[in-house]
């Protein structure tokens, strides 16, 4: 079955830190993936996504992500975060089959960032 | 624009009793999907639809149903509540079918008691 892995369920880091979240998924043919953000109380934003071309994209408020084809991984990054980064993020894949229109979503990370 | 709009955003119900989650969007967005998030399991698939008069299940479709009689409403129908049905429920919609992006409703956190 397709899914979705997020190893890190929670992540604590002081301001300034780095970040990296792991995604990896389990599907062997074409995705589009996505991250999305949930913070406290709110609704979920999508945060960047691929769909194709340079493996490495840009989102808002400084993540990129790197999308690593040969180890089905897509892994979030942030070189310094910030105490608003504080939230839940969300790994999902979209597989690209025919008449599906699923996408699935990883488990989730809760990160808290410590001021 | 209102985006993807949900009501209520809190309810508890009793075991047995019935009730309709209501959804809507003003995108005119063809795919619309209903989501419960539990703590640990991340979101999970109940009911989607490709337009309307089309739905089909998710992954956890039991005990949920959906009508799409309209393009912009996609109510989702607890038909006898039950305590496993205790979460937090998320309408999604979005453009065409794969690669674009979703957009998510405030949620509605259920109880049941």
């Known amino acids: 079955a397709q899914s979705v892995s997020q190893h890190n369920h929670h992540v604590i880091l002081s301001e300034a830190a780095s970040l990296e979240l792991g995604c990896n998924y389990s599907y062997g043919g074409t995705v589009n993936l996505f991250w999305y953000v949930q913070y406290p109380g709110q609704h979920l934003q999508l945060l960047l996504k691929y769909f194709s071309g340079d493996p490495l994209v840009k989102g808002i408020k400084g993540f990129e992500a790197e999308f690593i084809k040969s180890k089905f991984s897509f892994n979030l990054r942030k070189p310094s975060v910030q105490w608003s980064d504080t939230a839940e993020y969300f790994c999902a894949v979209n597989p690209l089959t025919s008449g599906t229109y699923k996408y699935i979503f990883g488990t989730g990370t809760r990160l808290k960032v410590l001021a | 624009n209102a985006g993807v709009t949900q009501t209520p955003k809190f309810q508890v119900l009793k075991t047995g009793q019935s009730m309709t989650l209501q959804c809507a969007q003003d995108?005119?967005?063809?795919?619309m999907s209903w989501y419960r998030q539990d703590p640990g399991m991340g979101l999970r698939l109940i009911h989607y639809s490709v337009g309307a008069g089309i739905t089909d299940q998710g992954e956890v479709p039991n005990g949920y149903n959906v009508s799409r009689s309209t393009t912009e409403d996609f109510p989702l129908r607890l038909l006898s509540a039950a305590p496993s049905q205790t979460s937090v429920y998320f309408c999604?919609?979005?453009?065409?079918?794969?690669?674009?992006?979703?957009?998510f409703g405030p949620g509605t956190r259920l109880t049941v008691l």
């Open positions: 999604a919609s979005r453009r065409g079918t794969g690669g674009n992006e979703q957009f």
């Open positions: 995108m005119n967005h063809e795919y």
